[in-house]
């Protein structure tokens, strides 16, 4: 099982990681979609494991979902 984290522990990694800032103020677990703005000033939401393992640290206008094949 993976390492369970706090909201805290979310925050902190989003600073150093991205140039998004973390909205959400609870976090409840990793199927919980969290509330970011983009350094371009759009708001965005995605899972906390899609954000941190799959690099999608940014709104859809600056980072464009890739296309499905």
């Not at 979310?10 to 150093?16: D, G, L, Y």
């Not at 959400?24 to 979609?33: A, L």
Request: charged letters at 40%.
């Amino acid at each position: 099982m993976g390492k369970r984290w706090t909201l805290k522990e979310i925050k902190e990694f989003v600073e150093k990681n991205s140039d998004s800032e973390l909205l959400t103020t609870e976090y409840r677990g990793f199927s919980q979609k969290l509330e970011f703005k983009c350094a371009c000033g759009n708001t965005f939401e995605k899972p906390w494991k899609k954000f941190k393992e799959n690099h999608q640290r940014k709104c859809e206008v600056c980072q464009p979902p890739k296309a499905s094949r």
